[in-house]
């Protein structure tokens, strides 16, 4: 979770004080959106559910951004053994199978499968954290942007 704590010199504004539930909501608004936009532009796909992030839960207080990719944690924080795991080996029958990925530099069988033993895992991408830092050096502007439209 990210907390945005935001200091105003109330002396530099008339009537602030009334004004900055309005700079709250506008700026969390942004801010979210902004956060929106980077997930999306980080996101590891071309396309499918891990480039659909969404605003949930919206309060006074917080944005929730969610994903309906339920293996979005899995990319962003890496598996087996790139996760504090263990090797993958498969629950039943003797191999793990999974289609190639555009980046597979391995064999392939005749029916367009990967049959592996066991696998390391996949290394995180951590394009969540990366999202998090670019809207956090936006946070500046934002509010800036924002106190200025609504007391201007």
């Known amino acids: 979770m990210v907390k945005i704590n935001i200091t105003v010199d109330a002396s530099a504004y008339k009537n602030i004080s009334e004004k900055l539930p309005e700079i709250k909501r506008k700026g969390l608004s942004l801010t979210g959106q902004e956060m929106l936009k980077n997930l999306g532009l980080n996101s590891p796909?071309?396309?499918?559910?891990?480039?659909?992030?969404?605003?949930?839960?919206?309060?006074p207080e917080e944005i929730e951004i969610?994903?309906?990719?339920k293996y979005a944690a899995l990319v962003n924080d890496g598996t087996g053994i790139y996760n504090g795991g263990k090797i993958i080996k498969p629950k039943t029958g003797k191999a793990l199978r999974f289609l190639p990925g555009k980046k597979w530099t391995g064999p392939v069988s005749k029916d367009g499968y990967v049959y592996l033993k066991h696998s390391k895992g996949q290394k995180g991408q951590h394009f969540v954290e990366k999202s998090i830092k670019q809207t956090s050096t936006k946070l500046e502007d934002i509010f800036i942007k924002v106190v200025n439209e609504v007391t201007g």
């Open 45 to 59: 796909v071309d396309h499918g559910l891990l480039r659909q992030w969404y605003f949930a839960n919206t309060t």
């Open 66 to 69: 969610r994903t309906p990719a």
